[in-house]
């Protein structure tokens, strides 16, 4: 469990239409919403190996076919959710994660679903660490279209190890077929100041507390707060350099640099740097 890893665990706001399949066995799995129908069948492969074959139907007609292969164990076998994401097709989506193996990495998530033109395509959303369940698509504004409450993963060995990290909750959600972060937008307000109740205290000092406020400033810049960087910039903890190296031969990456040529800034900066370069801020 990363040290950031605030859960995802908003109550439905309303019921609305979903069927989640977790498959654990070898073996066929059907649900249907509507006129939407999904299959899955999972098999032995071979080699010790399995692989899934995944249809989609719409109104009996098939529209999607994947066979995910590869799979070392059923562990890695599609995690399916068939639910209302995107209010600009007709149909419901279905919402696919899958482990791809590996310590720390990772749910690679992904949404079928129907586009403008009716043909169903498979939009990658990205690959999630931690619990996949934490990226199960719940509807937490009540309007009947399911978002993802997940964490940035892009904060996890920022400023600090993996373990050490923490990382700001963000919301994605499927707009007319593209994947949109919408975190920013005033009704997800109060998932994000849940969030930040749930980060807990600020450590005490080193790498994690430094991690600790770069999450806590990203989630201040999406709120708008008027100082996002107030707290980091008067508490930062001045002594670790993880995150505040650089090189100053242009385009050589840190750990191909030159000792006598590696830089270091100030947290204030680099955290700044960071957020502009995760789009952040300006
Ligand atoms: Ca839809
Ligand atoms: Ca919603």
Redesign the pocket.
């Known amino acids: 469990m990363i040290a950031g890893a605030v859960a995802a665990a908003f109550p439905l ?1 309303a019921a609305q239409a979903q069927i989640l399949v977790e498959p654990d066995a070898v073996g066929t799995y059907a649900m249907a919403l509507d006129e939407t129908a999904v299959s899955m069948q999972v098999r032995e492969a071979g080699d010790g190996m399995f692989e899934a074959a995944v249809s989609v139907s719409s109104e009996g007609e098939m529209v999607f076919e994947r066979t995910y292969d590869e799979m070392f164990s059923l562990f890695q076998a599609p995690v399916l959710k068939l639910v209302e994401m995107d209010a600009s097709n007709d149909a419901p989506e279905l919402f696919v994660s899958r482990y791809s193996g590996g310590a720390h990495c990772c749910n690679l998530v992904s949404i079928v679903a129907e586009g403008g033109d009716g043909k169903w395509t498979e939009i990658e959303v990205g690959a999630f660490d931690g619990d996949p369940a934490a990226n199960y698509p719940h ?9 993802i409450i997940t964490l940035d993963n892009g904060f996890l060995y920022a400023f600090a190890s993996y373990a050490g990290s923490f990382a700001p909750t963000i919301v994605l959600a499927l707009r007319d077929g593209a994947i949109a972060d919408v975190t920013g937008e005033p009704e997800y307000e109060y998932v994000l100041r849940s969030a930040i109740r749930n980060m807990g205290a600020m450590p005490d000092e080193g790498e994690t507390r430094n991690s600790w406020l770069a999450a806590h400033a990203a989630m201040q810049l999406r709120l708008g707060e008027e100082d996002p960087f107030a707290l980091a910039d008067n508490d930062f903890d001045p002594e670790p350099d993880w995150g505040m190296t650089f090189c100053k031969d242009e385009g050589t990456e840190a750990y191909d640099c030159p000792e006598n040529r590696i830089g270091r800034t100030a947290f204030p900066v680099a955290l700044r740097q960071f957020l502009s370069e995760r789009g952040y801020m300006e």
Do not use: L
């Open positions: 706001a509807d937490v504004t009540g309007d009947g279209i399911a978002e």
